[in-house]
């Protein structure tokens, strides 16, 4: 067996981990939480970045 790889072989290889599909490596719990806010975020129900700075401030002190 031949353990060195080509260039392209490498190239390609990064190439297939930099696009692989994160949404494949999320729990489905995670996915349903993505999903609720994106209907949320679609329905108008969001806040302004201001808003949630003001909200978590004392962590970001």
């Known amino acids: ?3 060195k790889r080509t260039k392209p ?6 190439h297939q981990k930099k696009h692989q599909d994160w949404w494949t490596n ?5 996915k349903e939480e993505i999903k ?3 209907t ?3 329905k108008g129900n969001v806040l302004s970045n201001k808003t949630v700075m003001k909200r978590f401030h004392k962590w970001h002190s």
């Open 26 to 30: 999320l729990s489905i719990d995670e």
């Open 36 to 38: 609720i806010g994106l």
């Open 1 to 3: 067996m031949n353990s």
């Open 9 to 14: 072989d490498l190239v390609n290889s990064v």
């Open 40 to 42: 949320q975020a679609d």
